[in-house]
């Protein structure tokens, strides 16, 4: 049975969002990203990259030049364990996403990595990461064979470790200065959820 992210209403935030002026309101969709998207994908992630660097192994210096082509083989189908997820506004924009890889090797196949969690600057606090990691959640639980998801955090992006708590992962360890970005380190939280079929 194949499974399709489905759009999901917003209700307008004026009223929950005082102070601040909601960005994004109405319909945000979510669906798996594929070869049309690769565009949309790589201007999302250079600007995650260059606006957040200590939230990514990658770096922007590194990744900027490359051709979004590169980026296609990334989108698989759900059922494969090898996807990305992504959100878009009501216009039809891509303003967040987030990866699944299922391991290769015979032994760590029932495993999958969460990785490139982002969401654009103006879509932020908004629950579209929470949308994102509930979704690749039940996409994950009917990959025949996935057992558990991991991932890593910046330890102290304290909010985004409580979305991930809140979805179900658990801290398992911590790698210090698992990166450096301008000669800062920054620790690395490690986390799993197991999947239940």
């Not at 798996?32 to 939230?55: C, F, G, M, Q, S």
């Not at 969690?117 to 996935?146: F, K, N």
Request: hydrophobic share 45%; with cysteine; net charge positive.
């Amino acid at each position: 049975m194949r499974w399709r992210a489905r759009a999901r209403r917003r209700p307008d935030r004026v009223t929950a969002m005082k102070g601040r002026t909601p960005v994004v309101t109405g319909a945000v969709s979510i669906r798996p990203l594929a070869a049309a998207d690769a565009v949309a994908y790589k201007a999302l992630r250079d600007e995650a990259l260059r606006t957040a660097p200590d939230a990514f192994t990658s770096d922007y210096e590194s990744s900027v030049g490359r051709d979004a082509s590169e980026y296609v083989a990334r989108f698989g189908a759900l059922e494969s364990g090898q996807f990305f997820l992504g959100a878009f506004d009501a216009t039809g924009q891509l303003i967040g996403c987030l990866g699944c890889e299922r391991e290769q090797r015979t032994k760590q196949r029932h495993c999958a990595v969460v990785v490139g969690m982002m969401v654009a600057p103006r879509a932020q606090r908004q629950g579209i990461g929470q949308q994102l990691i509930a979704d690749c959640v039940e996409a994950a639980r009917r990959v025949p064979g996935l057992t558990q998801l991991v991932l890593t955090v910046t330890a102290s992006n304290t909010h985004v470790v409580q979305l991930y708590e809140r979805a179900g992962f658990r801290a398992w360890g911590l790698l210090p200065n698992a990166i450096v970005v301008d000669g800062v380190g920054f620790d690395k939280l490690h986390m799993v959820r197991v999947l239940h079929h």
